[in-house]
């Protein structure tokens, strides 16, 4: 059933991704499910992202970093769902050792440069509401693009180093995973060699950079509260805070999701039910990222509503 071969000292395998289910009568509903989620979340964000292009008043950072989040969040479903459907479609559960790996490498680079962002973002709220006049010196066009080039370049060199520490253990049992894609994670656990270094420096590396992040997100609020409570008008106090709330709707839903799959996966000992709550963070943020901002936010609402009005009457025409 599994291909292995040994070609210079290194192991080549065919690894079974077992997905949500085995039970056929439910693939047909979980692939048209996923489909749907896949689709509007790229409709969604590639809306976001042409909303902010085309609309000269969104050319500030908070919708730089916005638009690298949108992108982000589609590249990452679009590293999980497609494969998931196609093995659906053609009941093919192989993935290629390489593959996995890559998958997991990138999935691991998706989820810490989205942290990365969430973090900068709520820094850039930090500088607008509690040093305005200094706003457009310090968040200058050049210091965007060197911040989001920094996380991309941690992200990057975080998810080579935990598929550099795969590529040194040996494997010697096939790998079956119950998961519906490959995480660094899960391919550790099939290793016939000594892994708990590589599992304490992933989990360490991990939780340094993905907390590292929150901190300055909590740091940036808590100075944001303090200083929106000194304004005198209480029309100033709703503009400050209208300008935080999907900021702080998208960071709860990425880092709730995340902290409660962590814990799904320490209290429950199914692979099977950790693999469902893992859609919890790896799909739904994505999807659900681009109502939260369209709805929240009045900016974004007005740039969607010429977006969509232009696409309209080129249609029309």
Same mark, same amino acid.
């Given at each position: ?20 289910? $085995?039970?056929?009568e439910l ?9 749907c989620m ?22 500030t ?6 638009? #690298?989040?949108a992108?982000?969040?589609m ?7 497609p494969?998931?459907? =196609?093995?659906?479609?053609?009941q $093919?559960? &192989? ?9 997991g490498?990138?999935?691991a ?18 500088i607008a509401?509690?040093?305005?006049? &200094? ?6 066009p ?13 992200s990057i ?9 795969v590529? #040194? ?9 119950? #998961? ?15 892994n ?22 909590i740091?940036?609020?808590i100075?944001? =509260?303090?200083t929106?409570?000194k ?13 935080? !709330? ?9 880092? !709730?999701t ?11 000992d199914?692979?099977?039910?950790i693999?469902?709550?893992s859609?919890m963070y790896?799909i739904?943020?994505?999807m ?6 369209s ?7 007005e740039?969607?509503?010429? =977006?969509?009005? &232009? ?7």
């Open positions: 059933m599994h291909n292995m071969e040994v070609k210079n000292n290194s192991i080549v395998l065919d690894i079974f991704l077992h997905g949500l289910t $085995d039970d056929t693939q047909p509903f979980i692939f048209g499910f996923f489909l896949y689709l509007i979340t790229i409709f969604g964000n590639l809306l976001i992202m042409l909303a902010i292009i085309c609309d000269s008043h969104l050319h950072p908070m919708y730089f970093f916005l638009c #690298h989040l992108f982000n969040d590249y990452l479903i679009s590293i999980t769902v494969k998931m459907l =196609v093995n659906i479609q053609t $093919d559960q &192989r993935i290629s050792f390489a593959g996995c790996l890559s998958q490498c990138f999935v680079v998706c989820f810490i440069f989205e942290c990365f962002l969430l973090g900068i973002m709520a820094y850039d709220r930090f509401i509690c040093y305005p006049l &200094r706003y457009t010196v310090l968040m200058n050049f210091f965007c693009v060197i911040l989001v080039l920094i996380s991309l370049f941690i060199v975080n998810g080579l180093l935990h598929s550099l520490m590529l #040194h253990l040996s494997f010697c049992t096939d790998l079956e995973i119950l #998961h519906f894609f490959c995480e660094i994670a899960q391919i550790l656990k099939h290793a016939c060699s000594d708990l270094i590589n599992n304490i420096l992933i989990f360490v590396i991990a939780s340094i950079l993905a907390c590292v992040p929150l901190f300055g997100i740091f940036s609020y100075h944001i =509260v303090s929106v409570l304004m005198p008008s209480s029309e100033g106090k709703y503009k400050a805070f209208s300008t935080c !709330g999907s900021h702080l709707s998208v960071v709860s839903l990425f880092y !709730g995340g902290f409660g799959v962590y814990i799904t996966s320490v209290v429950i199914s692979p099977k039910e693999a469902v709550a859609v790896s739904v943020p994505p659900l990222n681009p109502f939260v901002y709805l929240k936010n009045r900016d974004m609402k740039a969607l509503k010429k =977006v969509i009005g &232009r696409t309209a009457s080129l249609c029309d025409v």
